[in-house]
């Protein structure tokens, strides 16, 4: 058995979502491996401004895909989404707010803990 992979707080990484089934693997985790090229490791909630973003960027996430069991997303729905395109939101000013407990820790290779903490929603 593997170790469990951990988030960007140190501990076991905590399911994002399972109604919709999200992760790259579908495990309802942000969990990440080699063959996850586009590393969806960010747990977000979405929103309806990251969702437009999303598809002016080349990612319509709000459309149903039923053949690759996507079932699309809308706002207030938690989803593994890619590193890189949270970044790009975050940039433009439009980035979601995050779940850190859900949030793979190899996010922490572009974005201090500081920084994220600012967009947690899961802190008290």
């Known amino acids: 058995m593997h170790e469990p992979q951990r988030n960007v707080l140190g501990e076991p990484l905590a399911p994002c979502s399972r109604d919709p089934v999200t992760g790259f693997y579908r495990t309802g985790c942000c969990e990440t491996?080699?063959?996850?090229v586009g590393e969806h490791t960010v747990c977000v909630q979405i929103t309806a401004d990251f969702l437009e973003f999303?598809?002016?960027?080349g990612n319509d996430l709000s459309t149903p895909a039923p053949a690759a069991?996507?079932?699309?997303l809308e706002p207030g729905d938690?989803?593994?989404?890619c590193a890189?395109?949270?970044l790009e939101a975050l940039r433009a000013g439009v980035a979601p707010r995050i779940v850190l407990a859900?949030?793979?820790e190899s996010l922490l290779d572009f974005v201090p803990l500081a920084e994220l903490k600012r967009y947690a929603i899961d802190l008290v």
């Open 69 to 72: 069991g996507f079932p699309g």
């Open 33 to 36: 491996g080699s063959e996850d």
């Open 102 to 104: 859900s949030t793979h």
């Open 54 to 57: 999303s598809r002016a960027h």
């Open 84 to 86: 890189g395109r949270w």
């Open 78 to 81: 938690r989803w593994c989404v």
